[in-house]
């Protein structure tokens, strides 16, 4: 069983920076790949960032290549999400969620792909 809480969302000005965090209680973080999703009221759940198990690898949204920059810590079983140059449209909730990959480079964007889920946190940029 995995389990993920987020932190570090908040109100920021466009333009500004956040930094997400999702601390796991797991035994062995570096099983899991992880991602970044995120939603927005009455929209669909739409990926943002992946990471591999052990940090070698990752892939970003369209959306936020060259603003956003997820990394890993093994050591600590933590995720984050470094956000820059936020946008009235990076507002949304956004969670962390965990995929068994069996030490595999590869991690799915698919959220029906990933097996475990934080509650959360929710990111609002004002313009």
């Known amino acids: 069983q995995v389990q993920l809480v987020e932190s570090g969302g908040g109100l920021v000005q466009a333009g500004g920076s956040l930094r997400l965090s999702c601390a796991a209680s797991v035994r062995t973080f570096s099983f899991y790949g992880m991602g970044w999703f995120r939603q927005a009221p009455g929209k669909e759940r739409e990926f943002v960032a992946a990471?591999?198990?052990?940090?070698?690898?990752?892939w970003s949204a369209d959306s936020v290549k060259g603003r956003f920059t997820i990394s890993r810590d093994n050591a600590k079983s933590a995720l984050y999400l470094q956000m820059n140059s936020l946008k009235p449209e990076d507002t949304a909730v956004y969670y962390c969620?965990?995929?068994?990959?069996?030490?595999?480079?590869?991690?799915?964007?698919?959220?029906?792909?990933?097996?475990?889920w934080g509650q959360g946190t929710q990111v609002t940029v004002s313009s």
């Open positions: 990471v591999s198990w052990n940090g070698g690898r990752t």
């Open positions: 969620a965990a995929v068994s990959t069996h030490y595999s480079d590869y991690v799915p964007y698919m959220p029906r792909s990933y097996d475990y």
